[in-house]
């Protein structure tokens, strides 16, 4: 057990840093999928495969509109546990893209809920300093800032970790048992991941004029570029 904490430690760290560039800070899009997936199959000396898995998530991800109020995946620490997981599987052991994806996917959801139960608890501890933050306390300003910064890097980090420690043996148990093709499983993941963005890219741009017509001549180039490879 002791083992196990220590070589995810070093992940619960990344998942710790993205978790906090999400929403807090700095914002500099370092927690998106594709970029948190590759840094974390690096950690584990398979950056190719944690690209591989990043790409899928970043597919998915795409149809997130964090604006507003609106609740949403999140996706930093997430991704960190799925680009690990997969990098864990250098040989492309069928099944591992289905259940790293799926755990992120999980992960993502958690996360989610956890930002939210976040701002609740960091509204509350305003609440209890309001009559400093209306005087205009600096040191009340700046004491909640630190402690949300704070809470938010706790936040990611023990998501990170507690995911990575439970999914492990539930992937090990699972790839023991799986018996379908690999590159049917990968096809499945890549094709599922490419519809939702599709239809989060349709969402966005289906007013603009002849959208279709550029969405369809993309894919008519994407697959026939695939097909010359």
Known sequence: MIREFLDVLPLAVLGAVLGLDVVSFPQAQ???????????????????????????????????????????????????????????QPDSTPGAMSISVLAALATASVGGWSMVALRTWNARFAGRRRDRLEYGSRGAVVGLQVLGLTADLARGGVLTMVALLAMRPIMRASLSLWTVDGRWSRAVVAGMAATVAMGAVWKLFHTTAAARWYLAGGLVLGLAILAGR
């Open 30 to 88: 370092i927690s998106r999928p594709l970029v948190a997936a590759t840094l974390a199959g690096a950690l584990i000396g398979h950056a190719m495969e944690g690209l591989l898995a990043g790409a899928a998530l970043e597919l998915i991800a795409l149809e997130t509109l964090p604006v507003g109020a609106s609740r949403y995946p999140e996706w930093g620490s997430a991704a960190v546990v799925g680009g690990a997981l997969f990098a864990s």
